[in-house]
């Protein structure tokens, strides 16, 4: 198994550019969620999906949108990049959504806006 | 939501054991404690989580005190890889898995 992959692994936007970081999982995972980790902080929750079809909003959902069309992927969109979306992005997958489950994590996006 | 209050940083000597306490003196009776840890440039890695009993794996244990108002996580043998943020969160019983991050404790491990 591959885990959870993710794609690029680093990306330069200039303001006002839109883009998608892409999110796979090979391990038939039912939950997929995405995080933002600024520098020195913790992880904050952006949007999850228990299933395909299904997204939620997490703590930072503005300026990201989501769609899960299928169990294996969870792109992550930026419709219109700024500054302050500059981060490194993670995406997540469990089982199930169930709040005992292991999450998976991948490598990271690192994303600079100029 | 209940909070967890972790040490912003701690150090360790090679092959000691380390212990890594977490308060969390407001959890109901249905939140479940993980533990991540998160090594320099990767992402989060899950280390243990448990309910109400002491739990063991290969990576660590987890003791919990019986009032459930904290917790602490055990490194037996502490290496050179055990260098990382730990972190401490509660999930609560009954609703879905989001992971609310705080900014954990850093471990050093000396050699």
């Known amino acids: 198994n591959a885990g959870v992959t993710q794609t690029p692994k680093f990306q330069v936007l200039k303001t006002g550019q839109s883009m998608t970081l892409q999110c796979a999982q090979d391990?038939?995972?039912?939950?997929m969620s995405w995080y933002r980790q600024d520098p020195g902080m913790g992880l904050r929750l952006i949007h999850y999906s228990v299933g395909a079809g299904i997204t939620d909003q997490g703590e930072v959902p503005n300026g990201y949108n989501v769609s899960r069309s299928t169990t294996e992927d969870f792109p992550l969109r930026l419709l219109s990049a700024a500054p302050s979306q500059t981060s490194v992005y993670f995406c997540?997958?469990?089982?199930?959504?169930?709040?005992?489950?292991?999450?998976?994590f991948g490598p990271g996006t690192r994303l600079t806006v100029l | 939501d209940a909070k967890t209050t972790q040490p912003n940083s701690m150090e360790s000597n090679e092959e000691e054991p380390v212990h890594l306490p977490c308060n969390h003196s407001t959890i109901s009776g249905t939140d479940y404690i993980h533990w991540y840890r998160q090594l320099p440039s990767q992402g989060p890695e899950y280390v243990i989580h448990?309910?109400?009993s002491n739990v063991n794996n290969r990576m660590a244990s987890l003791a919990i005190a019986e009032d459930r108002k904290s917790s602490t996580l055990i490194l037996h043998r502490a290496t050179l890889r055990d260098a990382a943020v730990y972190y401490c969160?509660?999930?609560?019983?009954?609703?879905?898995?989001?992971?609310?991050f705080g900014t954990g404790t850093l471990l050093a491990v000396q050699p």
């Open positions: 448990g309910l109400t």
């Open positions: 997540a997958s469990s089982k199930t959504g169930g709040p005992y489950n292991e999450q998976f």
């Open positions: 391990m038939n995972h039912e939950y």
């Open positions: 969160i509660l999930t609560k019983g009954g609703a879905t898995n989001k992971l609310i």
